[in-house]
């Protein structure tokens, strides 16, 4: 709670920053250096010091979700990371699959994800396709959207992987990761104007 707080409170004193610049890539960057102190505050929190963050945004085309801010480790960092979110078979899908940020974008529903001891699939999602990178290190991730305030699209998705199986397992949990991209939410939507 008192990091929800701290977190609504720096985030309250910079968004005005946010929607008075008018330089796109400006508020691209501010937006980004809002995030990474907010990740900061988040992974100083203890249950989440093993954890990794990344928050995937939509293409232009909104075909696609990419990369577009990370901290952390375990992460999912590949650049070439993609979750289609377009209509049709995805390019990089052929069956049509849109992962599991990909489909948390499109309905926006909370999934927790545990991977099976290959490291390379899942135990509970038939959305999860393996990592670009290969094997990886994380036991388990939660994959919660960002809502926009302006309409009914998501506007990304956060991701928080750990290296812990069991760690999102608690309802509490849940709630705190929903509220955090809650929180970040605000600072997404300057990105969209």
Same mark, same amino acid.
């Given at each position: 709670?008192?990091?929800l707080?701290?977190l609504?409170e720096?985030?309250?004193?910079?968004i005005?920053?946010l929607y008075t610049t008018?330089?796109?890539?400006?508020?691209?960057g501010?937006?980004q250096?809002l995030?990474?102190?907010?990740?900061?505050?988040?992974l100083?929190?203890?249950?989440?010091?093993?954890?990794?963050?990344?928050?995937?945004?939509?293409? =232009?085309?909104?075909q %696609?979700?990419r990369?577009?801010l #990370?901290?952390?480790?375990?992460?999912?960092? $590949?650049?070439? +990371?993609? !979750?289609?979110?377009?209509?049709?078979?995805?390019?990089?899908?052929?069956s049509?699959?849109?992962?599991?940020a990909?489909?948390?974008y =499109?309905?926006?529903? %909370?999934?927790?994800?545990?991977i #099976?001891?290959d490291r390379?699939s899942?135990? $509970?999602?038939? +959305?999860? !396709?393996p990592?670009?990178?290969?094997?990886?290190?994380?036991?388990?991730?939660?994959?919660v959207a960002?809502?926009?305030?302006r309409?009914?699209a998501?506007?990304g998705?956060?991701?928080?992987?750990?290296t812990?199986y069991?760690?999102?397992n608690s309802?509490?949990?849940v709630?705190?990761?929903?509220?955090?991209?809650?929180?970040?939410?605000?600072?997404?939507?300057?990105?969209?104007r």
């Amino acid at each position: 709670a008192a990091t929800l707080i701290e977190l609504d409170e720096w985030i309250l004193l910079n968004i005005g920053t946010l929607y008075t610049t008018e330089d796109r890539n400006q508020v691209v960057g501010f937006s980004q250096n809002l995030c990474r102190r907010a990740f900061q505050k988040i992974l100083s929190v203890r249950r989440f010091r093993n954890c990794g963050l990344a928050i995937y945004l939509p293409d =232009l085309e909104r075909q %696609t979700l990419r990369p577009w801010l #990370n901290a952390g480790s375990p992460n999912e960092g $590949d650049p070439s +990371l993609t !979750f289609f979110v377009g209509n049709g078979l995805g390019p990089f899908n052929p069956s049509g699959g849109r992962g599991v940020a990909g489909q948390t974008y =499109l309905d926006g529903e %909370t999934r927790v994800v545990h991977i #099976n001891d290959d490291r390379r699939s899942a135990r $509970d999602s038939v +959305l999860y !396709f393996p990592s670009p990178m290969g094997t990886v290190s994380y036991r388990s991730f939660i994959s919660v959207a960002i809502t926009r305030g302006r309409d009914d699209a998501n506007g990304g998705v956060l991701c928080i992987y750990s290296t812990s199986y069991r760690i999102f397992n608690s309802q509490a949990v849940v709630v705190l990761v929903e509220a955090i991209a809650q929180r970040l939410s605000s600072v997404i939507e300057a990105c969209y104007r």
